[in-house]
């Protein structure tokens, strides 16, 4: 995908992950005939021993590392790929193991609420059921499924058995009744909107298009740098005609839109009608969770970054040089230069709760939050509650937040060092000995890599 497409499709995986989608028959025969010739992967390998806390049995293996890619379980479906990353295939396996869809997917993703996945051929996008069978075959150049996740921060959206989870960046999850889907050449894509048969309800005939959410998608008419965007209902209609320079999806019932050119256009926000309800005035604009905005006055690279409420009115002056979502009253804020600035926090009246201080911060989850103390080669991460007590000293290369009360932390540098797992105390529960670890999912596993496998371990 090429250009303006490689940019947004950069920025949907960051911001959305949207719409799978799934519909009618056409490839049992593919699974048959990939059962013939496609090696049979062993099902119970020999178990790995692991270190862990003795009086813990946290850490088991549940399923053995021998996976070159493996995906959360959804559903109680999780995509593996066996093979590298150019030649491997994708294919799916239950929460014993068991593949259970063979690996013949050149692209797989995860089985969303609804039970469908979308899944890749070649160059084209179609979707599958719990069983393998095509829903739609694959047709489309380009495809999003029938849920969207709302995502802030350029940080991922969690999972779990259920579909994907909301985690402290994210600000919305909806069900929806229409995916996007795109036709055409790689360049001259056409966007439109496929319902759940696979066949399209609005045509295409955009030339880009965001999922629906909240009843609106943005579509852009046009190329990048002189299309305009508006919003269609899901009858196809316009509801705001376009006009533009980009927009995003609403939240909050507000949406971020931008006048002018990508460099010098100022961002605003507008309701569903289309009138202003902030005026453009700002360099760049975050969008609406829990009634509060993060906003920058100036261009991204000197530009303060503050916080408005819902009627445009500021609640925290534009003071930091970098500034995160506000969740639950609380946003990490930067000060200084990305080398020596620090981390700090503060509430939605712009006093500080931790004054700047630390050279990393994440969010709250769970009453906790990892800070780096020291520089960013040599510093330590620790866990800290909101009043700033530490409650895990500074001793992790590498620390993520907590997940159903376990963290996985990594000891050493990002070459030789390993992951392990610790609880709210800092106590290990599984020693350091994982080449790569995430968290922990709803149902109580943990992706883990060995030896260049993956693997799932349960909590």
């Not at 002189?226 to 999806?249: E, H, L, S």
Request: a positive charge; hydrophobic letters at 40%.
């Amino acid at each position: 995908m090429l250009g303006r497409k490689n940019d947004l499709m950069q920025r949907r995986r960051l911001w959305i992950i949207g719409a799978v989608t799934v519909l009618i028959a056409v490839g049992v025969y593919a699974v048959l005939a990939h059962h013939s010739i496609f090696p049979r992967l062993t099902e119970n390998p020999p178990a790995i021993k692991l270190s862990q806390t003795p009086s813990s049995p946290t850490g088991q293996f549940a399923i053995c590392p021998r996976f070159d890619a493996a995906l959360p379980f959804i559903n109680g479906l999780a995509a593996v790929r066996v093979g590298d990353q150019k030649t491997g295939k994708w294919g799916y396996i239950d929460n014993s193991g068991k593949m259970v869809i063979n690996p013949h997917f050149d692209v797989a993703n995860g089985f969303w609420k609804g039970g469908l996945a979308d899944v890749k051929i070649g160059n084209k996008w179609g979707a599958i059921d719990s069983r393998g069978e095509y829903i739609i075959k694959p047709q489309f150049s380009d495809i999003e499924p029938f849920i969207q996740a709302f995502i802030a921060d350029d940080r991922g959206v969690g999972f779990d058995s259920a579909g994907p989870l909301l985690d402290a960046q994210s600000a919305l999850i909806l069900d929806s009744d229409l995916a996007v889907a795109a036709i055409g050449d790689v360049g001259a894509f056409k966007y439109g909107f496929i319902a759940k048969d696979g066949h399209f309800l609005i045509n295409p005939q955009f030339d880009y298009a965001w999922p629906f959410i909240d009843g609106l998608a943005a579509v852009r008419v046009g190329d990048p740098k002189t299309g305009k965007w508006g919003f269609i209902d899901t009858a196809g209609r316009y509801v705001i005609y376009p006009q533009f320079d980009d927009a995003m999806p609403f939240t909050d019932g507000l949406a971020r839109v931008r006048i002018g050119d990508r460099i010098t256009g100022i961002w605003g926000y507008i309701d569903k009608s289309g009138k202003f309800v902030v005026n453009p005035q700002f360099g760049s604009a975050g969008f609406f969770m829990q009634g509060v905005a993060r906003v920058c006055i100036g261009d991204q690279k000197a530009g303060k970054w503050g916080y408005i409420d819902t009627s445009g009115r500021t609640i925290v002056n534009p003071q930091f040089d970098s500034a995160r979502l506000m969740v639950d009253g609380i946003a990490a804020v930067h000060v200084g230069d990305e080398s020596t600035g620090r981390w700090g926090y503060v509430d939605k009246s712009g006093k500080y709760l931790l004054k700047p201080q630390f050279s990393d911060a994440m969010d709250f989850i769970d009453g906790l939050a990892a800070v780096r103390v020291g520089d960013n080669k040599t510093g330590k991460w620790e866990y800290i509650d909101r009043t700033g007590r530490i409650v895990v000293k500074p001793q992790f290369d590498a620390a993520t937040p907590f997940s159903h009360g376990i963290a996985a932390v990594r000891v050493g540098d990002e070459k030789v060092g390993k992951w392990g797992y610790i609880d709210h105390t800092g106590k290990f529960l599984l020693n350091p000995q994982f080449d790569e670890a995430r968290a922990f999912t709803n149902d109580g596993l943990a992706r883990v890599k060995v030896a260049g496998k993956w693997g799932y371990i349960r909590r």
